[in-house]
């Protein structure tokens, strides 16, 4: 998996960065919001399909993606699953998916796709098709990756009230200042704030 850096700005297909991290910048395990004191489930679910109804690619590093395929799938069927669950675990089995690995040699889980060369590469490759947004949402490890190279178009950030005090920074290194705009912001009383940004053109 290389990392040639790239920097071209796109108006079609957007990469979008859709995780969830502490106060304190450091991943926290994936995008949906904690559990916590005043939460409205049906209000982040509502928000969570909003989010996800551009997208239908999801981009994965390999450590994410072999926890997302043993965790997801079997919850569809699971008695105990809330209809949220279920709805996302068949969103999961359904969607396309793009893991981007050095160490795995192939992938079985329907719909996916392994990607052993330059994440740059195989993003512009996919921009040039028809289809709708990419969402980075299996781990920090390649949130920074795509950060560090300039591949993120947009940001649909949870940020919980929590300092996590260590783990993998979401957005890396980015090597130099980058200003955004705020697209929306939400709260959802103490559970978490919700914040859609993208790069300002330059």
Not at 11 to 28: I, N, Q, Y
Not at 56 to 78: I, Y
Request: glycine share 10%; net charge positive; aromatic share 8%.
């Amino acid at each position: 998996m290389t990392t040639e850096r790239r920097n071209d700005t796109h108006d079609g297909r957007k990469v979008v960065l859709l995780m969830g991290m502490g106060l304190d910048g450091f991943g926290a395990g994936g995008w949906t919001p904690p559990v916590n004191r005043g939460l409205n489930v049906e209000e982040i679910n509502n928000e969570l399909r909003r989010q996800l109804a551009s997208i239908d690619t999801f981009l994965f590093g390999r450590v994410s993606f072999e926890l997302w395929e043993k965790v997801w799938p079997p919850m569809a069927k699971q008695p105990g699953s809330s209809s949220f669950t279920k709805e996302f675990s068949r969103l999961t089995d359904g969607v396309k998916k793009v893991v981007y690995s050095n160490t795995l040699k192939s992938v079985t889980w329907q719909n996916s796709r392994l990607v052993n060369g330059s994440i740059a590469d195989d993003v512009a490759e996919m921009k040039r098709t028809e289809g709708g947004d990419l969402a980075i949402v299996g781990g920090p490890r390649i949130a920074r990756a795509f950060g560090e190279l300039g591949l993120i178009d947009e940001y649909r950030l949870w940020i919980h009230p929590t300092i996590l005090g260590s783990g993998t920074p979401l957005l890396g290194t980015q090597g130099e200042a980058r200003d955004l705009d705020i697209i929306d912001a939400k709260t959802f009383a103490a559970s978490a704030l919700c914040l859609h940004l993208r790069p300002r053109r330059r």
